[in-house]
């Protein structure tokens, strides 16, 4: 089934020049010259993808995208909004009209060719590669894997990914988590540990009793590490072990200090494994010296404003004191029924930094996670919120 894209422009010279771009792309175009003509011809036609121009007479771009999106039908379908005015104003109006993405007239049809791959990859899977003319094919979804298969390349020996949030409930425990318990289940010893020492969460999400390992290890000097280190991991499953922190809001138990825990972490990362801590929120010398050492930091945040100015601020000051070979990625996490109604190019337009992912975590398969005290991965094959962890574990090892 080739892609039927929708083009709706008022004029005929940007319906011809856009369509003749796409249609060498192997798409299907069709056009409509106004906002109302486009409503009937989106029912009709039932479009995989849909350009608006933003300016237009009878309906503007942004009421027949508001339109659009009122029909169950075309509530998922990507929208591009064409403007030609510069004005942070009016892109924001295009987003809260439900448009995905927008992009300025005039532009170069490279771009505009990128673009709507990118839009049509997000919605419906990756892409085959296509040439001129070539048709573009539609994947169907029993052929999307559900899975890691058992050949997925595997993370790296010693590898170690910090996960970090930049404010409260951004889901950086459950991140860290899922990633541990995807990597073990592929037969990658693995150790998750917990260095945010004031919210203990991760003991409290996996219902474990014995989470007061590491408070034990800061009351040590560092050299006897090696020693008493064994005794305090807690087996989880297969490949998969725990060192874990109390919950110490009022500081009652014995919190690493930096040398602590540059020395912890330099102990594991000695063996072959991958290591995944959770650094909570706060930048201190527990998760500096952490973030020192780690291979792949992963920032997590909420599609919402305090949320995205904080990831902001976060993601500036990391960048400023990475090594070369670390990579820094931002992650965006929607615990919402509805999902994300924040486009993607306009958090990384706003960030500044490109999101590895957008993950959508349902809640009720959170609660069935939180109630069973078990990873997302672990619920069922076929949990969406489960596969969209396995997908940006995937995408980790291949970065």
Avoid: W
């Avoid at 083009?7 to 069709?30: A, F, N």
């Avoid at 010398?285 to 995205?308: F, G, K, M, N, Y």
Wanted: charged share 20%; with cysteine; net charge negative.
């Amino acid at each position: 089934m080739t892609f039927k894209l929708l083009i709706v422009d008022d004029h005929p010279e940007t319906r011809s020049i856009i369509g003749r771009v796409l249609e060498q792309q192997g798409y299907q175009v069709v056009t409509a010259v106004n906002g109302a003509e486009g409503l009937k011809l989106a029912e009709q036609e039932k479009p995989d993808l849909i350009l608006l121009d933003f300016m237009m007479p009878v309906m503007d771009g942004r009421e027949t995208c508001q339109r659009l999106r009122q029909r169950p039908e075309m509530a998922k379908v990507p929208i591009m909004m064409f403007t030609a005015v510069d004005d942070p104003q009016q892109k924001l109006s295009v987003f809260d009209a439900g448009a995905d993405d927008y992009i300025n007239k005039p532009t170069e049809p490279t771009e505009l060719v990128d673009r709507v791959k990118t839009l049509l990859k997000t919605a419906y899977g990756p892409l085959p590669e296509t040439g001129s003319h070539d048709e573009t094919r539609l994947q169907q979804a029993t052929d999307a894997p559900t899975f890691l298969e058992s050949t997925t390349s595997r993370p790296g020996a010693d590898q170690l990914i910090a996960v970090l949030g930049a404010r409260g409930g951004a889901g950086t425990t459950t991140v860290a988590i899922n990633l541990a318990a995807v990597y073990a289940s592929l037969g990658q010893p693995t150790t998750l540990i917990d260095l945010d020492m004031t919210q203990g969460h991760i003991g409290l999400y996996l219902n474990q009793k014995n989470a007061g390992g590491l408070n034990m290890l800061a009351t040590l000097p560092e050299e006897d590490f090696g020693e008493h280190l064994p005794g305090t991991f807690v087996s989880y499953s297969h490949n998969l072990r725990l060192l874990l922190s109390q919950v110490n809001q009022n500081r009652r138990f014995a919190r690493l200090s930096g040398l602590q825990t540059a020395v912890l972490l330099d102990t594991l990362s000695a063996s072959n494994q991958t290591i995944i801590v959770d650094l909570g929120t706060d930048l201190n010398e527990i998760s500096r010296a952490a973030l020192e050492r780690a291979d792949q930091i992963i920032v997590c945040l909420r599609p919402e404003r305090i949320a995205l100015s904080a990831a902001r601020y976060l993601l500036n000051s990391l960048k400023d004191g990475l090594f070369p070979l670390t990579e820094l990625h931002a992650l965006m996490i929607d615990f919402g029924p509805q999902g994300t109604q924040l486009p993607r190019t306009a958090v990384e337009s706003f960030l500044g930094h490109p999101l590895l992912a957008t993950i959508s975590i349902l809640p009720a398969e959170m609660t069935r996670a939180v109630n069973k005290a078990q990873p997302l991965v672990h619920l069922s094959a076929q949990t969406q919120s489960g596969n969209y962890l396995r997908q940006l574990a995937q995408q980790l090892v291949k970065t």
